[in-house]
């Protein structure tokens, strides 16, 4: 095999391989002969047909199987050769390579690779300093902790007859909407439980405002214009006015602050002990919240240490994967089905995620050098506790989740091993910082 290697880029190489005229030879007389002992042609004996009558036949698809075979052996030789690692690759479409006897076969695949990444120091003698994060639980913490609790546990009570709503009481709402006076489907609830204050909208409306300061027994009125270019024809253009019904007034009474209520909270002795159950809590979950922080400032430290230029394939599959995701999020929010605005919507995202692209490439980039440099691995058993995880968050079972990850096929289990080996490197790292003070 001939190999000739041209740089197009920082990242991007033109491998030109060339396949000598022997083995083209050895694989033409290969084909042919397993073709001759498959076919059977009229006049002649199984594996006796001459090879000119298979040539006129057959030629065609036996240079289309050859061209599948020897691109992807010799390209795997030309890489391995050239001692590159590609990200992508781009081979001319196989219905365009011509392959003949007694010639040569070449062929040119443009490769784009990954940087060589010239680690810097992140660890002893030199390891990465962190700027301390001392915060702690506070009682003013473990206060407004116990208050959630007490609203929690608060039962829900008629209020005393003329009571006017205020922030933080309960209204119970009866809602229609009307267009021109005449019921709308679709927009009606009854007995709808609203707390004042949270600005929570009903039936698309925000009610606050207009209950707020009412009693039991009283209606207000809301008109809600809806623009021409809404996507419902039945409101486009039209303003539907919400009746709003306040139906009754009811306040939450907030236990005492005791023993009694420790216990009823969970398995409680009393007030002293649920108050060190949610310390312990709080420190943990703020030991996570620490820790997660740290981690962010050694990412920030290793971005800034390394300078590299990054494989604008990888870029556009992390930003195309961003802006999918964003779209797919907003389209089921918003309903955005318009072609127009979703190709401007896409323009703008690309334009707004393109920065935080590069960086999760680069900083995957990174930790990919650091795990191969410390040898860090990823075993099976962090795969298992990794899908149990996934499994926890999604409220499935591990057999459901596996099976999910199955279906998704190979790339779907090599992002799983990708985001844990990540995790790893970042984990190392981090362990190896010296935080000051």
Same mark, same amino acid.
């Given at each position: 095999?001939?190999?000739?290697?041209?740089?197009?880029?920082?990242?991007?190489?033109?491998?030109?391989?060339?396949?000598?005229?022997?083995? /083209?030879?050895?694989?033409?007389?290969?084909?042919?002969?397993?073709?001759?002992?498959?076919?059977?042609?009229?006049?002649?004996?199984?594996?006796?047909?001459?090879?000119?009558?298979?040539?006129?036949?057959?030629?065609?698809?036996?240079?289309?199987?050859?061209?599948?075979?020897?691109?992807?052996?010799?390209?795997?030789?030309?890489?391995?050769?050239?001692?590159?690692?590609?990200?992508?690759?781009?081979?001319?479409?196989?219905?365009?390579?011509?392959?003949?006897?007694?010639?040569?076969?070449?062929?040119?695949?443009?490769?784009?690779?990954?940087?060589?990444?010239?680690?810097? *120091?992140?660890?002893?003698?030199?390891?990465?300093?962190?700027?301390?994060?001392?915060? =702690?639980?506070?009682?003013?913490?473990? =206060?407004?902790?116990?208050?959630?609790?007490?609203?929690?546990?608060?039962?829900?009570?008629?209020?005393?007859?003329?009571?006017?709503?205020?922030?933080?009481?309960?209204?119970?709402? +009866?809602?229609?909407?009307?267009?021109?006076?005449?019921?709308?489907?679709?927009?009606?609830?009854?007995?709808?439980?609203?707390?004042?204050?949270?600005?929570?909208?009903?039936?698309?409306? @925000?009610?606050?405002?207009?209950?707020?300061?009412?009693?039991?027994?009283?209606?207000?009125?809301?008109?809600?214009?809806?623009?021409?270019?809404?996507? +419902?024809?039945?409101?486009?253009?039209?303003?539907? /006015?919400?009746?709003?019904?306040?139906?009754? /007034?009811?306040?939450?009474?907030?236990?005492?602050?005791?023993?009694?209520?420790?216990?009823?909270?969970?398995?409680?002795?009393?007030?002293?002990?649920?108050?060190?159950?949610?310390?312990?809590?709080?420190?943990?979950?703020?030991?996570? *919240?620490?820790?997660?922080?740290?981690?962010?400032?050694?990412?920030?430290?290793?971005?800034?240490?390394?300078?590299? +230029?990054?494989? @604008?394939?990888?870029?556009?599959?992390?930003?195309?994967?961003?802006?999918?995701?964003?779209?797919?999020?907003?389209?089921?929010?918003?309903?955005?089905?318009?072609?127009?605005?979703?190709?401007?919507?896409?323009?703008?995202?690309?334009?707004?995620?393109?920065?935080?692209?590069?960086?999760?490439?680069?900083?995957?980039?990174?930790?990919?050098?650091?795990?191969?440099?410390?040898?860090?691995?990823?075993?099976?058993?962090?795969?298992?506790?990794?899908?149990?995880?996934?499994?926890?968050?999604?409220?499935?079972?591990?057999?459901?989740?596996?099976?999910? &990850?199955?279906?998704?096929?190979? +790339?779907?289990?090599?992002?799983?091993?990708?985001?844990?080996?990540?995790?790893?490197?970042?984990?190392? &790292?981090?362990?190896?910082?010296?935080?000051?003070?």
């Amino acid at each position: 095999m001939k190999l000739e290697v041209t740089e197009l880029g920082p990242s991007k190489r033109a491998l030109k391989i060339e396949v000598p005229q022997d083995e /083209v030879n050895r694989e033409f007389d290969r084909a042919y002969s397993e073709l001759n002992r498959q076919v059977h042609i009229p006049g002649f004996r199984p594996g006796k047909a001459p090879l000119a009558l298979l040539e006129k036949r057959y030629a065609k698809a036996v240079e289309e199987d050859l061209v599948r075979k020897l691109i992807p052996d010799y390209y795997d030789r030309a890489v391995r050769e050239a001692g590159i690692v590609p990200v992508i690759v781009e081979v001319p479409p196989l219905e365009r390579m011509k392959i003949k006897k007694n010639a040569p076969f070449s062929f040119t695949a443009t490769v784009e690779i990954k940087p060589k990444i010239e680690l810097r *120091d992140y660890k002893a003698p030199n390891p990465i300093s962190l700027k301390p994060d001392k915060r =702690t639980v506070t009682e003013e913490q473990i =206060t407004r902790a116990l208050e959630a609790l007490r609203e929690q546990h608060a039962p829900l009570t008629a209020a005393p007859t003329g009571t006017a709503l205020a922030d933080g009481d309960y209204a119970v709402l +009866d809602v229609e909407g009307t267009v021109n006076g005449e019921p709308l489907e679709g927009a009606k609830k009854e007995g709808h439980l609203h707390k004042v204050g949270t600005k929570a909208l009903v039936l698309g409306v @925000e009610v606050d405002g207009a209950i707020l300061g009412k009693a039991e027994g009283e209606t207000v009125e809301i008109p809600q214009p809806y623009p021409a270019s809404h996507p +419902d024809a039945r409101l486009a253009g039209q303003t539907v /006015v919400f009746r709003v019904s306040i139906k009754g /007034v009811k306040q939450k009474k907030l236990p005492a602050l005791d023993d009694e209520f420790a216990k009823d909270c969970g398995p409680y002795a009393s007030l002293e002990e649920l108050k060190a159950k949610l310390r312990t809590e709080m420190e943990a979950a703020l030991k996570r *919240d620490i820790e997660e922080s740290y981690k962010d400032q050694v990412l920030k430290r290793l971005v800034d240490m390394h300078h590299f +230029d990054l494989p @604008e394939s990888l870029v556009e599959r992390e930003l195309a994967g961003m802006v999918r995701q964003q779209i797919e999020t907003r389209a089921r929010r918003t309903g955005l089905d318009d072609p127009m605005k979703r190709q401007e919507e896409v323009k703008r995202l690309r334009e707004e995620l393109l920065p935080e692209a590069k960086r999760r490439v680069k900083v995957g980039l990174i930790l990919e050098a650091i795990a191969e440099k410390e040898g860090i691995r990823v075993e099976e058993a962090d795969v298992v506790a990794e899908l149990e995880r996934l499994a926890a968050r999604l409220r499935l079972s591990p057999e459901d989740v596996k099976r999910m &990850v199955e279906a998704g096929g190979p +790339d779907m289990r090599d992002e799983i091993i990708g985001r844990i080996l990540a995790d790893k490197s970042l984990d190392y &790292v981090y362990r190896h910082a010296v935080i000051q003070g």
